[in-house]
C-alpha cells in the first residue's frame, strides 16, 4: 500500500518546483532518505531543506471520507476542469447516501456549474446541496491553475476556526523547527500541506503573523489538496 505521508511529501514538492518555475528559477529537487529533511532542493545554485507537514485535525469529522470521494467523482467526470474551483462546505450538513438520487444530483449540478463558468475568471457561489443554513456549494475562485479543492468550514464558528488554525499551525511550526536544528543548513523551506481541507489560505494567513518562531524558516509555503502552491511567509 502507498505512503499517504510521502505521496503527500512528493505531491507537495512538485507543487513548490512549479511555484519556482513559474517565477523563473532554475530548481533541482533531490530526495532525502535519511530523514530530516524530506527533501534538498537547489534554486538558482542556492541549495535549501525543504520538509513538508500536514495540516490536519485530529480528529476529522466521518463526514470527510465523502467529501473526498465526492471530489474524485467531479475529476474523473469532468472532462477537464477550466480553473480553480472549491467545494465549500457550510456547517455541518445532512449529507445525502452513497448512490442516491441525491448525490447524484450533487454531481449534476457540480458539473452544470463548471461548464457554465469555464470562460470566467471567476463566479459566486451556488449551492449544490442545503439551502439557507447548513449545506455544499460549489465557486470558481481563478482561470487558474486547474483543480478543485475541499473547503471545509464552519460560516458562524469563523472565530473557533481561526483559533483552531493558530494552534495547529503553531504546533506544526514548534515540531517541524525542534526538528530542523539537526540539518546542517541555514536555508531551511517549510512546505504546509492542508490535507483535510478545513481551512483556506486566507484563514491560514489571517492567524500566521501570531505564530511565534516561524523566522527560523527562511520561507513557508501552503500547498492545497488540487497542487496549488501559495508563499505564507519569506
Known sequence: MPNRNREEEKKSISALERWLQ???????????????????????GETFAAEVTQIKRENVPKAYDWYCKLLKDLKGKASSLPGYYSLDVAGEPEIPKPG??????????????IDYTKNMNSYDSEPLWGSGGPGILITKRSSSPSGIFLNHYRAERKTRTQEEMQNLLQ??????????EKVDCSKKILLLYNSDGFCTYNIAREVFHKINGYDCFHSIFWIGQSGECRRLAY
Open 100 to 113: 442516491s438520487q441525491e448525490r447524484k444530483q450533487i454531481i449534476a449540478n457540480a458539473l452544470q456549474y
Open 171 to 180: 504546533e506544526r511550526v514548534d515540531n517541524k523547527k525542534a526538528k530542523m
Open 22 to 44: 513559474e517565477h523563473g528559477c532554475d530548481v533541482k529537487v533531490k530526495s532525502e532518505p535519511n530523514d530530516p529533511p524530506d527533501f534538498w532542493i537547489e534554486i538558482d
